[in-house]
Nanobody
């Protein structure tokens, strides 16, 4: 059984920082492409960050220089450090695992989502 369990999030003032974590089942952690998405009220879910094929962080333009994706390969945990948060970062954040193209199993897995609210 595959699980993605998120923690972190909450309420923070503009300019503040938050860290999100996602504990991921070890059977997919080293195989799947791991990343973060978010969904603001009334909007579609959008890509935030993931690791590219070289293992480098890949970010949407609006978070570059502010967010950092990381992974702990011993704890099977994916993290997102968010600095200099803005009100427009307010959303439900989801961790995500996408199978490689060569993998027979095509299911995309999602965490349960965690609320991030940036407000004064």
């Amino acid at each position: 059984q595959v699980q993605l369990v998120e923690s972190g999030g909450g309420l923070v003032q503009p300019g503040g920082s938050l860290s999100l974590s996602c504990k991921i089942s070890r059977n997919i952690f080293d195989i799947y492409t791991l990343g973060w998405y978010r969904q603001a009220p009334g909007s579609q879910r959008e890509f935030v960050a993931n690791f590219d094929i070289r293992g480098d962080g890949n970010y949407t333009d609006s978070v570059k220089g502010r967010f950092t994706i990381s992974r702990d390969n011993t704890e099977y945990t994916l993290s997102l450090q968010m600095n200099n948060l803005k009100p427009e970062d307010t959303a439900v954040y989801y961790c995500n695992a996408i199978p490689p193209k060569w993998f027979a199993q095509r299911t995309v897995y999602w965490g349960q989502g965690t609320q991030v609210t940036v407000s004064s």
